[in-house]
């Protein structure tokens, strides 16, 4: 039945990968609607609650996905991974209650009125349970971060009788990967929600619905990207440094280089061969490494054979390349697509198609970006301080396997229905013929025609 270790890596990996899917929308997406909701209150133009009561409805449903995936994975740390919470739970287990104290039950006490109170409570208290969730969710990525961060670069603890024991909570929690990974992932999240916005709404607009709340989506997902994707590329670099201090083999597994030296070269193509400790057809440009990671064309970039732990390389290799090209791509698109709107007031019809296809194109950056990081950290599973082997529990392969299966199943047929579901919903809100008329929503005792924020189902 195969390796019962690399079985619960599997499947750790798989619970895992689906879960993260549905927070990298909710984190950014509830700052988007407080945008809409807020673009409304200042303006008082129904498009703009029209766009907020399509999105408030997406956002339901992927918080939903979102808490139901990560029940799993707590089940995990305790049945396959048992070692974890044994030696570091004194650091693990505070933090997983801080997010659950601070963030979680903060978004689960406002999120009812946001999704449901619109016609019961005044729009100022609606909009304040907007500005909760958003708050909430960023909070919540900013405690689990902390803890992923911790197990990447720990700080502020000593080992006593092989258990972790905290000496200092502030470099815990701000230990030196923390700032760099947090940016990182909050901005990952905005991409990804950009090109869901403008992608989904970009097939509203091929579907011939040129309402005002599909052209203020439209605009919104695509002002958003076309900023924050040079951001983005500006705190990537200033992570690769980071890296390049406390986590050397990762960047020369992500690098593929494997003899340490200066003016290493940027390894556009090849096949990391672990066997020779080679790349096979390797196409490179010389020097390029060097600057981009030490900002010196001669920088020294120490390589895989010179550390006795390195991590396996061509997963790291290739899911690094994914994530830079998708990043690239999503450069060119936004920006493009801006300049049609600024220019012309609605993107061309390939342009459209392209944002459609790149609906979903952030998931598949933020997978490869945390595979990067999550395989580029083995074989520790926390840094200098806990193997994965050393954590894992004794549970057959044969039980493993057969609820990997089961959890891959589910997991298809669920993100299937997801997908599904705003594409229909997204057909269902396209009406060429008109648009019902909004209902009203109570602002400051009064009443605002033409717009209302329908209740999520």
């Not at 390029?288 to 390589?303: C, K, M, P, Q, V």
């Amino acid at each position: 039945m195969g390796d019962p270790l690399l079985l619960a890596r599997i499947q750790f990996a798989a619970n895992i990968s689906f879960h993260i899917l549905f927070p990298t929308i909710t984190i950014a997406l509830g700052w988007v609607l407080l945008f809409f909701k807020l673009r409304f209150n200042c303006t008082g133009d129904a498009a703009w609650m029209e766009a907020y009561k399509f999105w408030v409805k997406i956002f339901a449903l992927s918080f939903a996905l979102g808490v139901v995936s990560g029940i799993t994975m707590s089940f995990q740390f305790g049945t396959n991974w048992p070692g974890f919470m044994n030696t570091v739970g004194n650091i693990a287990g505070p933090l997983l209650a801080y997010e659950i104290l601070t963030a979680f039950f903060l978004e689960a006490a406002f999120l009812g009125i946001m999704l449901f109170g619109w016609s019961r409570v005044s729009n100022r208290v609606h909009t304040a349970a907007t500005v909760l969730v958003a708050v909430g969710t960023t909070i919540s990525a900013f405690w689990i971060l902390v803890l992923n961060s911790w197990m990447q670069t720990p700080a502020g603890f000593e080992m006593r009788d092989g258990v972790a024991h905290a000496t200092d909570w502030w470099a815990i929690v701000f230990n030196p990967s923390m700032p760099y990974r947090l940016a990182h992932m909050l901005l990952a999240s905005g991409l990804t929600v950009a090109f869901l916005v403008a992608g989904i709404s970009s097939f509203r607009w091929l579907r011939s619905d040129r309402s005002p709340g599909v052209m203020a989506g439209l605009r919104t997902g695509v002002f958003l990207a076309a900023a924050l994707i040079p951001a983005q590329i500006f705190v990537g670099d200033m992570h690769g440094l980071n890296t390049l201090e406390h986590q050397p083999a990762k960047i020369a597994a992500m690098e593929g280089i494997w003899e340490t030296r200066n003016g290493a070269p940027m390894v556009v193509f090849g096949l990391p061969d672990e066997a020779t400790r080679s790349n096979q057809f390797e196409i490179a440009i010389p020097n390029i490494a060097s600057f981009y990671l030490t900002h010196d064309w001669n920088g020294e970039i120490r390589g895989l054979n010179d550390f006795e732990h390195r991590p396996p390389v061509a997963p790291v290799f290739f899911a690094f390349r994914v994530m830079v090209g998708i990043g690239l791509l999503m450069l060119a698109v936004s920006w493009l697509a801006t300049w049609q709107l600024r220019r012309k007031g609605h993107v061309q019809r390939p342009v459209a198609y392209v944002l459609v296809a790149m609906t979903f194109a952030g998931w598949i950056a933020t997978l490869s970006g945390w595979y990067v990081t999550e395989i580029g950290r083995q074989p520790w599973l926390v840094t200098g301080v806990l193997t994965t082997k050393q954590a894992a529990s004794s549970v057959p392969a044969p039980m493993i396997a057969s609820t990997l299966v089961g959890y891959l199943l589910v997991y298809a047929a669920l993100l299937a229905a997801y997908i599904a579901t705003i594409f229909y919903l997204a057909r269902k809100s396209a009406d060429p013929a008109g648009h019902e008329p909004a209902e009203p929503v109570r602002k400051g005792g009064a009443t605002v025609a033409g717009a209302s924020v329908a209740t999520a189902t």
